[in-house]
């Protein structure tokens, strides 16, 4: 996620508000989960207690957002995006209500904000600014490809967000494939790949990413590991409360698993028609992780008249046969 977001949400007319799109509110370290070497989840409270639950519903209907950290002696701030809000016992609520927001944040040994907010004591003050809306999800999706790399997987889980929860119950529920690449297996400890592998040939695998699923002799596990990533557990949750509809594969730098183009030619190829689940529904394939990641599948983003804008398609996404299908550079 660049520092600019492509649009603001309606700004809150209470001053007092836990959050506001153009000024830096307090909230309070709550805590830091441990999800790698490299990576926390940071889990903030506001320290007002004015919650106005409306700004979180705007973000979370629209799609993909992102709030800015200030790195106070810097004077800088980056944008980071918030991780859909897990709901207490009983309550689907989520940050609707206590107007906490959590964040895969990695620390990055030349980042300036990343670096200081890793080593921040719990109960810390934290200031931050938002929401900024980075791309608003069309009402008519059928089928989703996310492509992500590293914490690059934060919006893949607001996009889900929005399309399960927010939007649940308008029309047919849409198909999400999601792609996940890391550099170590630690990012993703536990994970487990949703299409069995039938043979020695990885690319078989993939001939059913969006087709109906069938019963299979070879079956993969939901977690390998007992102590499985926070990330891991999330995604399980995930797919966990909508049957069918999301599958999630795992690719590991280390272990010599890469998203290549015969991988995308058969996943794009294979994909359940548009008129199966909707007369006039949109797919998409959505790039989101570092710049260099984003680059070699779909191409930089590029700047104009100081705004940050999609640029031309290139990388491996433009390589191949895509017809039918809207990309977005996240």
């Known amino acids: 996620m660049g520092t600019v977001g492509f649009g603001l949400v309606k ?16 909230f309070t370290l709550e805590s830091k989960e441990r999800v790698s070497s490299t990576s926390s989840i940071f889990t903030l409270s506001p320290t007002s207690k004015v919650i106005d639950s409306k700004t979180y519903d705007e973000a979370w209907q629209k799609g993909v957002w992102s709030v800015q950290i200030k790195q106070p002696q810097l004077q800088i701030a980056r944008a980071y995006t918030p991780l859909p809000p897990l709901p207490p016992p009983g309550n689907d609520n989520g940050s609707r209500t206590t107007g906490k927001l959590s964040f895969l944040i990695r620390q990055d040994p030349k980042g300036e904000v990343s670096g200081y907010l890793h ?34 997987i934060a919006p893949a889980l607001q996009v889900a967000h929005t399309l399960y929860n927010t939007r649940k119950g308008r029309g047919v529920p849409p198909k999400m494939h999601i792609l996940w690449a890391n550099r170590r297996r630690e990012d993703c400890e536990g994970g487990v790949n949703d299409t069995p592998y039938r043979s020695s040939s990885r690319l078989n695998a993939w001939s059913n990413i969006f ?11 939901p977690v390998e590991q007992s102590n499985p990533s926070p990330m891991v557990l999330r995604l399980e949750s995930l797919k966990k409360s909508q049957s069918d509809l999301v599958s999630v594969e795992y690719f590991v730098d280390e272990e010599q698993t890469r998203i290549s183009e015969a991988m995308l030619k058969v996943a794009l190829r294979n994909s359940v028609t548009t008129s199966e689940r909707s007369p006039h529904g949109r797919k998409l394939i959505l790039v989101s992780g570092p710049d260099g990641f984003i680059e070699h599948f779909a191409g930089s983003k590029a700047w104009q008249n100081g705004k940050e804008v ?10 191949i046969d895509h017809s039918g299908w809207e990309i977005w550079k996240l």
């Open 11 to 26: 700004q809150n007319s209470a001053a007092a508000s836990a959050i506001d799109p153009t000024t830096f509110k307090s």
């Open 119 to 152: 080593s921040l004591p719990q109960g810390a003050t934290i200031d931050l600014r938002g929401p900024q809306v980075e791309y608003r999800v069309p009402d008519d999706v059928t089928e989703v490809l996310f492509l992500a790399g590293g914490t690059g």
């Open 310 to 319: 999609q640029g031309p398609l290139k990388g491996l996404l433009s390589q």
């Open 211 to 221: 087709a109906p699923k069938v019963e299979s002799s070879v079956k993969s596990t």
